[in-house]
């Protein structure tokens, strides 16, 4: 999927997610349509990528940050790649760090929880779509935040086998 494919997909197909993959009230695409961006508080957002020693995966995000202001949509892409001669089922959980700004950065369309199967030498973009939440600028604890780093991990997934949810051990 190219970039100006997966931005000409209808928006209200889209459902927000918050941290740990549970849907959050409140951040349909209404919102989004409405939403007042904050041009003066400009956020740079990284990116990380780690693949479980049980996957034998490349996967790595395509860019290292972008900068983004609170009610704007972004879109980002990670890379994947089977090297191996067999198919391979992966799962991904992913993390939003500093932890308190997890509650306001909403994934729109991601890959997180969901199996992805990768033929053998196969490579596949997988696009990631979110927003920084505008009341971001409104919480005193994010004050001095100006840096959020999304992170995803890739598990081999196995039959019966559930992927740790961010933030519980």
């Known amino acids: 999927i190219t970039a100006a494919q997966f931005i000409a997909v209808d928006l209200f197909s889209f459902q927000a997610t918050g941290l740990g993959g549970s849907a959050l009230d409140g951040h349909s695409s209404e919102q989004i349509e409405t939403m ?5 508080r400009i956020i740079k957002v990284t990116f990380n990528s780690d693949v ?6 490349n996967f790595k995000p395509q860019q290292t940050e972008v900068y983004v202001v609170p009610g704007e949509t972004a879109l980002a892409f990670y890379k994947a790649k089977n090297p191996t001669d067999r198919p391979i089922i992966g799962i991904s959980t992913y993390n939003v760090l500093p932890p308190e700004a997890g509650q306001y950065f909403n994934k729109i369309q991601c890959f997180c929880f969901e199996e992805q199967r990768l033929n053998p ?9 979110f927003f ?25 997934a196995k039959m019966g086998y559930k992927p740790p949810l961010p933030g519980y051990n």
Do not use: A, C, G
């Open 121 to 129: 030498h196969e490579e596949v973009d997988m696009p990631v779509f």
């Open 36 to 40: 007042e961006p904050v041009k003066d």
């Open 132 to 156: 920084i939440d505008p009341e971001f600028v409104e919480d005193p604890k994010m004050e001095r935040v100006n840096l959020i780093t999304l992170s995803y991990t890739f598990f081999e």
């Open 52 to 57: 479980h020693s049980s996957l034998q995966w």
